[in-house]
Structure formats: C-alpha cells, structure tokens
C-alpha cells in the first residue's frame, strides 16, 4: 500500500482519497494498486454501496506521475497496474 491513497468505510460508503497534494495528485503505480485494491474491496463487501474517489488539495490528479512512469524497469508493471485499474472501474459492481 501507499501513504498517498487513503481509504475510509462510513455508511455503506467507500471513500478513495488521493492524497499528494505537493504532486497535484500524479498518480503512481502503488497508488493505482491502491485504488485497485480499494474498488475490489468495495465489490466483495456486501455493506459498501457506494465508491467516491476524490483527492485532497486544489487538483484532483494531474496524470501519471511521469518521472516513475519514465524509468525504466522493463517489467511492464506500470502498464499493468493502468490497465488493471480501468478494468476494475468497468467491471465495478452496482449493489442494489
């Protein structure tokens, strides 16, 4: 997990919050496993209904945070983690 992502549960409610302020919010690829693993977390739990994804600080998120993204580690886990987080927000499931 990752200190710039924060998770907090109220009221069938899941709430996501970016929280890299001095960044704008870039986001890396810790924080997309965060979030990731957050909306998994929301879908297996019958008591959260709702996910609410906001970010502390003027700026929701400016992007990927290019530097980390840049490196090189030829793994493709950036790619991965991206890709793996669009998914999980279209398979996310509504709980009536």
């Known amino acids: 997990m990752t200190d710039n992502v924060t998770i907090s549960d109220e009221r069938g409610v899941r709430l996501i919050v970016l929280n890299r302020p001095e960044k704008k919010n870039a986001l890396t690829q810790a ?30 998120t400016s992007g990927n945070d290019l530097a980390e993204f840049a490196a090189p580690t030829g793994d493709g886990v950036g790619k991965r983690t991206i890709a793996e987080l669009m998914q999980s927000l279209i398979n996310s499931q509504t709980k009536m």
């Open 31 to 60: 924080m997309y496993a965060a979030i990731n693993d957050a909306i998994a977390g929301t879908d297996a739990d019958p008591a959260l209904r709702v996910t609410v994804i906001t970010a502390y600080g003027p700026v929701f």
